[in-house]
T-cell receptor, first 113, second 111 residues
């Protein structure tokens, strides 16, 4: 089945630790995105990548880092510099950056204690 | 970053009623999308709109791309319990910019 897979579904980390969230897609999509969702805030863009080996900051990139070494993978690292990392993280992909029909993974809920 | 103004924030309706929600912006958008999110899941694409004035249906859902290109509307007819969830509008401005999302409309259906 084609789709986007985020893992794990739930993640707990201690404050001060870096953590990496996985996102893999087998849709052959060029563009991939990371969003953060907080209650009542909607979806806010963290980083996006329009093509392999290239990525751009979104609206709330501070405290996060990404890489795009393979077309199908776009991992997100939440660093210790992120002041409020507890949130629901959503990964999405689209055929290209011009085709805006983005398809989402099931999300990872990160809790930092 | 810019967000879209989506309203209402929440709605409580009786099963069988029709629902309307909308999304507005001060900027022109070239594409409007509507998504639905169930609790703890990722959003699922419902309808995509690409032309000003376009009216598109998907079952009991109908969405319209506003003629000014600054707004969009979603209607759900004859609501059922499984319509419960959060509905998001999303838009793309000109060029290669990523989608911008509204804050969502939380729909509750009372049986």
């Amino acid at each position: 089945d084609g789709g986007i897979t985020q893992s794990p579904k739930y993640l707990f980390r201690k404050e001060g630790q870096n953590v990496t969230l996985s996102c893999e897609q087998n849709l052959n999509h060029d563009a991939m995105y990371w969003y953060r969702q907080d209650p009542g805030q909607g979806l806010r863009l963290i980083y996006y990548s329009q093509i392999v080996n290239d990525f751009q900051k979104g609206d709330i990139a501070e405290g996060y880092s990404v890489s795009r070494e393979k077309k199908e993978s776009f991992p997100l690292t939440v660093t210790s510099a992120q002041k409020n990392p507890t949130a629901f993280y959503l990964c999405a992909s689209s055929y290209s950056h011009r085709n805006t029909e983005a398809f989402f993974g099931q999300g990872t809920r990160l809790t930092v204690v | 970053g810019q967000q879209l103004n989506q309203s209402p924030q929440s709605m409580f309706i009786q099963e069988g009623e029709d629902v309307s929600m909308n999304c507005t912006s001060s900027s022109i958008f070239n594409t409007w999308l509507w998504y639905k999110q169930d609790p703890g899941e990722g959003p699922v694409l419902l309808i995509a709109l690409y032309k000003a004035g376009e009216l598109t249906s998907n079952g009991r859902l109908t969405a319209q791309f506003g003629i000014t290109r600054k707004d969009s509307f979603l209607n759900i007819s004859a609501s059922i319990p499984s319509d419960v969830g959060i509905y998001f509008c999303a838009g793309q401005r000109a060029g290669n910019t990523p989608l911008v999302f509204g804050k969502g409309t939380r729909l509750s259906v009372i049986a």
